[in-house]
Every structure is written in C-alpha cells, then in structure tokens.
C-alpha cells in the first residue's frame, strides 16, 4: 500500500463540482493584493490550504511591519472584511491564506504568534444580524467546549475578538471536510469500515448536542470536517479494468478516520413550534419540507443522508425544488404515511392531489421525472456499493430515515445498533 504525507493544493478557479452546485470553499483566488468578499453560498471548509509559494509570499509580505496593525479599508458593498496577505489581525495574528467564503464572511488561515500555530478565523461580515448570530455561535461553541473536555467532537473555538467591526472566531485548523475529500477523490465512496466509524463519530457528536438540548441543524458533508490531511492510495477494485499506471487506477483513503463537527452559525435550543426551515436542501427531513415542526429528528435525518453519500460518493437527494424531493424520498423509501399528509401546512398543500403526491403529474420537466426514475430502493442502492455488512447498514439507514421524526432513532438509539457492533471495527 503506497504511504504519503499530503499537502492540500488551494483551489486556484472556480471548480464547480459534477453532480451539483455546492457552496463554500470553491472560489476563485486572487491573484495578488486585496482579496473582496464575493458571496458563493452559506458554509465555509476549514479545509486545510496549501503554502503560499515564495514568490507569491514576497509581492504581499514585503513592506509589512511585522506587528503592526494594516492600513485602514472600507468593507466591500456586503460588509465583507476587506484585507491582505500578510496583514496583521491584531498584534497576534498574521494573515497566511484564505481558506473559504461564504455568506457569513471568510474563514482566513492565520499564524498565531503566541500559540506558535497556525489557525482558522472565521471573520464575520460587518452587519448587524451577521454579527448578531456570530454571537450566538460563540456562546454555543463555549458551552460545547465546556462540556466536551477532550474537545473530541465538535471544533474547538481558540479565541475571539471584535477588529474593525468584524466579529473574528479563531478555530483549531483542521482538515478537509468529507465533501472537499470526496470531491478530489473523483466522488468515490469511502470504505464501509472508514463509514462505520466516521458515521459512529458523528452520532456520538449529535447524540452529546442533544443532550445539551442544542439542534444543530445543518448538518452535511461540508460541515464535517477531518481532523487529519493525510491520506493513503489505495487500489479501486471496482477500476481494475483499469492499469495500476493510470492514476484513476488508485483512489484516496484517509489515513486517519478522526472528524470534528463544524459550523454552528444554524444550531438553536430546543423549543416549542419550530416551523422556518432549516438545513441545506438535499439533506432536510421530510418534517422541514411538509412544514410539520421539527426537532432533533431533523438531525438524525440528515446524519442518514451523509452515511449513504459516503457508502456511494454520490448525495442521496441531488434535486433543489421541494416536489422533486418528496417523489425522491418515495422513489428510495416509499410512500409518505397518510397521517403526515393530513398534517401538511397551507404552503405544503400544493404538492399533493387526492390523498397523494402530486407526482409525476406536477413535474417541472421530463428531466424532473428522470432524475426521479433513476434511482433505486434503499437497500438495493446500499448493496450496489457495499460488499460487507449491508444488511446492517440498510437496518440502520432505514431507521436514521423514517418519515415520522417520532418514530425514527434518536442518537443514542443509533449508536448501539448492530452495524457499530466492536466485532465489525477494523483498524484503519
């Protein structure tokens, strides 16, 4: 097996990915001076960036006092921080590389000083609401660092500080999220067991925010993140056909199966008459859509929707409009129950006739109908991708995805199902 310490390249375009648009970290680098905030999406990876080349370093370090503080800037037309590589973020802080944009501002890779390390900072766009939920997403990050002591589940929040009107979060800096590892590894699955026991961390995750009675709410590949860059290569025996000589030939393997959760921007406290929606598209319970009220089923949901993207490299609902959705869902699992459909919201009605979805006759396009026709049941979407411990798998994934959040496992349900039984764990 060959062995290699990986450097993560910054993306230098815009690569959108094939399947779908995404959001986040795919944006265009400047190529020198000031960078502006462009808006692409609402999540930024702390994936890690690669080292800014010496001659690059020279045209935006050079003339920079060490400490000293950088000249003032206006923000852009949207309240994003305007700066430089090379820039001082405070006296401890120097600006290295962008990392990742999204609605909420930038995320920056800066060196910290004082801690000898390098950082992730979140700087949030200099608007009152903005800056608002920034607050909100400290308090929630201090009180999961006060009870997750070993800091093994969620992102660890280093500091913050006010400068110039931008709230700034400093992160430990960690590795690429799933969906950037997926999306550089050509959308090829991840192993069962490297599933297992990415699947076995999150629910831990999920299981301690709700009992803290926290939701979070937005959970997806994008916002998991792995704590190492390593990676391994690794023969794709469903490519043998191919030669070893073809780099296609080899797929990535994480070397290490540690993750953290990210992005707290969405989690809220439990309470009474949830009804706005949550969650990024093709990852939101069925509850969300149909405007029923939601809880920490929702999450749950959306940790059954990542286990199938990493057993088949592919997102399990790729559509972006709500009655294309719900026929994917029956398409995979089935009829939506009768009692669920006589609770639907006045904005939910219109995707159902005479006691049924309104489908295919409601389709936008033949495209719609399609997209919907291709995809397979459940099981037999598992059992294409996975060789060992399907049955167990498709067990668990049918209870992670019953239509009714009051009948499907909680957290904690899930963790002592069979498929995370300690005979199945392997070394990896």
């Not at 909420?104 to 200099?126: N, P, Y």
């Amino acid at each position: 097996m060959e062995m290699e310490h990986v450097t993560i390249i910054p993306i230098t375009h815009l690569d959108r990915p094939r399947k779908r648009p995404r959001f986040g970290w795919d944006v265009p680098q400047a190529q020198v001076g000031i960078f502006c905030g462009q808006e692409v999406g609402n999540v930024a990876s702390y994936a890690s960036s690669g080292a800014i080349s010496d001659h690059t370093s020279s045209l935006f370090f050079k003339g920079v006092a060490q400490n000293g503080s950088p000249p003032w800037r206006e923000d852009d037309k949207d309240g994003h921080y305007m700066f430089a590589l090379g820039d001082n973020l405070t006296s401890r802080y120097k600006i290295h590389s962008k990392m990742g944009e999204g609605t909420f501002g930038q995320v920056l890779e800066c060196w910290d000083r004082e801690r000898k390390e390098m950082v992730a900072i979140k700087i949030v766009r200099g608007i009152k609401k903005y800056r608002e939920a920034a607050m909100i997403e400290i308090e929630v990050l201090q009180q999961l660092g006060k009870h997750d002591k070993d800091g093994n589940r969620c992102v660890q929040i280093r500091n913050w500080f006010d400068y110039r009107n931008h709230i700034c979060i400093v992160f430990e800096k960690l590795g690429p999220s799933l969906y950037d590892f997926l999306r550089k590894n050509n959308y090829r699955s991840f192993p069962i067991d490297l599933v297992r026991e990415i699947g076995r961390q999150l629910l831990e995750c999920v299981a301690f925010m709700h009992d803290l009675h926290m939701i979070h709410t937005d959970l997806k590949p994008e916002n998991i993140l792995l704590v190492s860059s390593d990676y391994v290569k690794v023969p794709d025996y469903k490519n043998s056909t191919r030669s070893p000589k073809d780099s296609s030939y080899y797929k990535r393997v994480p070397k290490s199966s540690a993750i953290k959760v990210i992005d707290f921007g969405s989690t809220t406290y439990e309470r009474q008459d949830q009804n706005y929606i949550v969650s990024t598209r093709h990852y939101r319970a069925p509850e969300v859509i149909l405007g029923l009220g939601w809880s920490y089923p929702c999450d749950v949901w959306s940790v059954g929707c990542i286990l199938v993207e990493l057993c088949t490299g592919e997102a399990l609902f790729q559509t972006h409009e709500n009655l294309e959705h719900l026929a994917m869902m029956e398409r995979v699992l089935g009829p939506l129950p009768q009692h669920m459909l006589k609770r639907v919201d006045r904005h939910a009605e219109k995707y159902f006739r005479r006691g049924r979805l309104d489908w295919p006759e409601g389709a936008a396009s033949r495209e719609s109908i399609k997209a919907v026709l291709k995809l397979p049941r459940l099981q037999n979407l598992v059992m294409q991708h996975v060789d060992h411990s399907a049955g167990d798998l498709i067990h668990l994934l049918q209870g992670l995805l019953r239509y009714d959040p009051l009948d499907r496992l909680t957290a904690r349900e899930a963790l002592r199902h069979t498929f995370f039984a300690r005979d199945h764990l392997r070394m990896l």
